[in-house]
């Protein structure tokens, strides 16, 4: 079992920077590539970005490149996702989720945080 615990979203100005942090617990949690999804109204869930369980390797969607680093702290468990330049467009729930490889795809998740608001205000 993996829990995820995520914080770190609010409200924020475009242009502006957030920083989501996903607590991560579970005896095999560190064996798990880490990875950011979001949600907007009306839309379906699209990947953000990932990390290798041993922070070796990361990947970003072409949508946030240049603006969204994903990060992982293995001594606490935690993975982040720094998101700077904030579009409107990004406001969407945001998720960090596990898996036990490499991929892109929301259904090779197996485990999912709660979900966090993110609003970029224009």
């Known amino acids: 079992q993996v829990q995820l615990v995520e914080s770190g979203g609010g409200l924020v100005q475009a242009g502006g920077s957030l920083r989501l942090s996903c607590a991560a617990s579970?005896?095999?949690?560190?064996?798990?590539?880490m990875g950011w999804f979001r949600q907007a109204p009306g839309k379906e869930r699209e990947f953000v970005a990932r990390i290798s369980w041993n922070g070796g390797s990361t990947y970003a969607a072409d949508s946030v490149k240049g603006r969204f680093t994903i990060s992982r702290d293995s001594g606490k468990n935690t993975a982040y996702l720094q998101m700077n330049s904030l579009k409107p467009e990004d406001t969407a729930v945001y998720y960090c989720?596990?898996?036990?490889?490499?991929?892109?795809?929301?259904?090779?998740?197996?485990?999912w945080g709660q979900g966090t608001q993110v609003t970029v205000s224009s």
């Open positions: 579970g005896r095999t949690v560190n064996r798990y590539y």
């Open positions: 989720a596990a898996s036990p490889f490499e991929s892109s795809d929301s259904s090779a998740y197996i485990y």
